[in-house]
Nanobody, 122 residues
Framework: QVLLAESGGGLVEPGGSLRLSCAVS????????VGWFRQAPGKEREFVAG???????SHADFVKVRFTISRDNAKNTVYLQMNSLKPEDTAVYFC????????????????WGRGTQVTVSS
């Protein structure tokens, strides 16, 4: 069974930065595609960024340039570097994994973490 654990969330002022981590256990990270999603109160869960098992990446238009997804297979960890944060980035951020190619669809992912809260406010 694949287990995912997010960390790194918190309260940050507008314009600030955070780095989220997703620690993967139960399966070698190099065999998984991993995505970051977020869900704000009253809204649907949405795709933020994804990285394939070969290292290919995609980012939602609303976070391009500001957010960067990366992976460290030796540490079995995927990261989401978030810069120039805005109040509208406030949400619970989830990482998810699947055993095939990366996807932007929530329904395509088999394994999910519990999420980490990111709050952007002055």
């Amino acid at each position: 069974q694949v287990l995912l654990a997010e960390s790194g969330g918190g309260l940050v002022e507008p314009g600030g930065s955070l780095r989220l981590s997703c620690a993967v256990s139960g399966r070698t990270l190099s065999s998984l595609a991993v995505g970051w999603f977020r869900q704000a109160p009253g809204k649907e869960r949405e795709f933020v960024a994804g990285i394939g098992w070969s290292g290919d990446t995609s980012h939602a238009d609303f976070v391009k340039v500001r957010f960067t997804i990366s992976r460290d297979n030796a540490k079995n960890t995927v990261y989401l570097q978030m810069n120039s944060l805005k109040p509208e980035d406030t949400a619970v951020y989830f990482c998810a994994a699947r055993r095939t190619y990366r996807s932007t669809k929530v329904s395509d992912y088999e394994y999910w973490g519990r999420g980490t809260q990111v709050t952007v406010s002055s």
